[in-house]
């Protein structure tokens, strides 16, 4: 099948070359993310491929759906940037990668969480300047602390898993509690005393409606003073300048976020020549005890490999006509 593969970076070309070495599909490669303006370069391919931050809403469906696109083959697990209903509509097909690594997510919300709490980050740069000094780098024992963990879904769990191990106690969040959290003593808690009792947070839900601005002002009135916020999910979930307040107030302790609300802007790409215009976001990096990386949580070489030959699978089983076991329904994504 002709793919128009969008938002390609070299990573990506290689890992779905790779997974596409007997040129089941024809790949074409674009730089550019999918949006209205560059919806013109998917004329003539029955597919496209995107990325996270590709624009996915009605009108840009509208056009591709127009030139002949019958296929979205997404190399994520979420969807929020795409307009479900408006693709049911136009008979577009969504086809996604559900599980690529929950690990690398996991892994990387630990690393933010222990970066943060011994500031390794500061570390890090003060003994290249030679400073040797400790000051500022007090740290807490993560053992015994209490960690909130809001959606315990794969990615969620894993978190829970590593943190256990290091003998935290586990708070969670879910509109459907996971077993496998409970069977190592997670208790189920209503979202205001999850905030209350927990020294952590981290965030593992999906973006939806219902989790859209999860913490702002009312939230984090409710959280314990000084607590850690770990944002690996979706930048949406958080109110930014909500927590800019509660980091000047001295409320939230620490944050750490490898995605923002209005990333789309900034992340993926390399802006160190340029003058940054998001306010909000420079204020952020202004903070010592803020650590943020740019959406890599997912990039580790499982990932890249198991996203890709997903989406060459997910792209073979609609060219034979299905079924398509990663498909995106309507109905499914008022569940997300
Ligand atoms: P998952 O579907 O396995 O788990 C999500 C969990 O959230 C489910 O248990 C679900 O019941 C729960 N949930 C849904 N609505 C909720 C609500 N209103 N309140 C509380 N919980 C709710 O998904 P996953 O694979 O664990 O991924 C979680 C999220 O991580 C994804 O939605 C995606 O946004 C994000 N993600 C980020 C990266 C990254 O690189 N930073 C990579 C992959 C996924």
């Known amino acids: 099948m002709k793919v128009a593969v969008f938002s390609t970076k070299s990573y990506d070309r290689a890992f779905l070359e790779a997974a596409n070495a007997d040129r089941t599909h024809e790949l074409v490669f674009f730089e550019p993310r999918l949006n209205l303006e560059t919806s013109v370069l998917a004329a003539g391919f029955p597919a496209a491929c995107v990325f996270v931050n590709d624009l996915l809403d009605a009108k840009t469906l509208k ?7 019958r296929l979205l083959a997404l190399r994520s697990a979420g969807y929020n940037h795409v307009d479900v209903a408006a693709a049911a ?5 969504l086809l996604r990668v559900p599980a690529y690594s929950p690990y690398a997510v996991a892994e990387h919300a630990v690393a933010m969480i222990l970066s943060l709490n011994r500031r390794i980050h500061r570390a890090y740069n003060r003994v290249r300047e030679g400073n040797f000094a400790l000051d500022g780098l007090l740290g807490f024992d993560l053992h015994g602390k209490t960690v909130g963990i809001i959606g315990t879904g794969k990615i969620g ?5 590593i943190l256990h191990g290091f003998g935290c106690r586990l708070l969670g969040y879910d509109v459907f509690p996971n077993p496998e959290c409970q069977a190592i003593g997670m208790e189920y808690v209503a979202l205001p005393e999850l905030f209350g009792a927990s020294d952590i947070v981290s965030l593992h839900c999906p973006m939806t409606a219902e989790t859209y601005h999860l913490i702002g002002t009312q939230a984090i009135d409710q959280m314990k003073p000084g607590i850690m916020l770990i944002n690996t999910s979706r930048g949406q979930l958080i109110d930014t300048k909500a927590v800019t307040e509660g980091l000047k107030s001295g409320k939230i302790g620490y944050l750490g976020l490898d995605v923002y609300e209005r990333e789309t802007d900034l992340f993926f790409e390399d802006l160190s020549n340029e003058v940054i215009q998001d306010d909000v976001f420079q204020r952020l990096l202004a903070f010592p005890n803020v ?3 740019g959406h890599q949580a997912f990039f580790t070489e499982e990932a890249l490999k198991n996203i890709a030959e997903t989406t060459i699978a997910n792209i073979t089983e609609f060219e034979r006509g299905g079924p398509c076991h990663n498909q995106i329904s309507v109905e499914r994504s008022h569940k997300r």
Do not use: H, S, Y
């Open 63 to 69: 056009a591709i759906a127009q030139q002949g696109v």
């Open 157 to 161: 769990a894993i978190t829970a898993k």
């Open 89 to 93: 509509e136009l008979d577009l097909t």
């Open 291 to 293: 650590l943020i990386t």
